[in-house]
């Protein structure tokens, strides 16, 4: 079996050969760095950081297969600030990486993810993705192995929910891993709002679909009186919508970009994160050394 490192050191040579383009730093206001917590401390929440915020899309997942550990490592040793990851829960309570509602697309198996327990998920193998010759043998990560890699490389969760149940058990594994602190939670507005009527330390952010207007969202996420966003779909959003959801105290992420032109377009509109397959526009000290 290929040593993990080695094949990282792949997937890294292959990543460096596609060039390095070196983007500008952008200034601008901070919105709502500071938020109160339900115990009534004061705390600022992680999408307030300043500076350029890429978001790896399932991992550095033009490099390696999608929502895999290799993806995920990539995406930690490139230096990403966030990696995005898809959460499911299988039949016995357990919280695992995949995009899509069934195994089919990406692995051997077939069916509903949330119809098969972890050991069963655990007999199944990524068959799907870039690289995968250099990646054989791949299982589906569970989300403690991704959490743990995010904390390795002190890369912040961006955890999409797709189907789960059980809300309490999943914060508390986010907030065993030490994350809770430097998460960010996405999905429907249900999940959000159960997400946030048990935490408001984590930033919750509903997703905006192309073609539907940006103000679309505006009505759900305003249920949500703090430390809420809107992760959009690019094309539905300008420089005077960003400016209208940050007047409101309103987070704006966007996905997913890979052309540097656009990238460097959508940091000088303002938006707080840019989650992409590519790295369009990167910084050159963006490798991460931390192990």
């Known amino acids: 079996m290929y040593n993990i490192r080695r094949k990282l050191c792949l997937l890294a040579v292959l990543f460096f050969a596609a060039g390095i383009i070196v983007s500008k730093l952008t200034n601008r206001d901070i919105v709502n760095p500071a938020s109160t917590a339900a115990d009534g401390t004061t705390f600022f929440s992680v999408l307030a950081e300043s500076g350029e915020k890429f978001v790896a899309h399932r991992g550095y997942s033009n490099y390696a297969p999608e929502n895999s550990i290799p993806a995920f490592e990539l ?93 309490d058990a999943f914060l508390n594994e986010i907030i065993a891993s030490g994350l809770e602190s430097r998460c960010v939670i996405t999905g429907a507005i249900n999940d959000v709002m159960e997400i946030r009527a048990r935490n408001s330390r984590i930033p919750v952010m509903t997703i905006g679909y192309t073609p539907a207007s940006y103000t679309d969202n505006l009505t759900d996420i305003a249920q949500i009186p703090d430390n809420r966003g809107i992760l959009y779909n690019y094309p539905q959003v300008e420089k005077e919508a960003i400016d209208i959801l940050h007047g409101q105290n309103i987070y704006c992420g966007v996905w997913s970009i890979d052309e540097d032109d656009v990238a460097l377009k959508y940091l000088e509109y303002g938006a707080d994160f840019i989650v992409t397959n590519e790295i369009p526009a990167r910084l050159t000290s963006m490798v991460n050394e931390n192990e």
């Not at 002190?154 to 955890?159: D, E, F, G, H, Y």
């Open 75 to 167: 995406a930690g040793r490139m230096g990403f600030w966030g990696i995005e990851t898809d959460i499911s829960e299988t039949t016995d309570g357990q919280f695992v990486c995949m995009h899509d509602e069934t195994l089919d697309r990406t692995t051997d198996g077939s069916g509903n993810v949330t119809d098969y327990s972890l050991e069963e998920i655990n007999g199944f193998k990524i068959d799907f993705g870039s690289n995968l010759k250099i990646t054989e043998n791949l299982k589906i990560p569970t989300m403690g192995e991704y959490l743990a890699i995010c904390a390795k490389y002190a890369s912040v969760p961006v955890i999409e929910i797709k189907s789960i149940r059980n809300y």
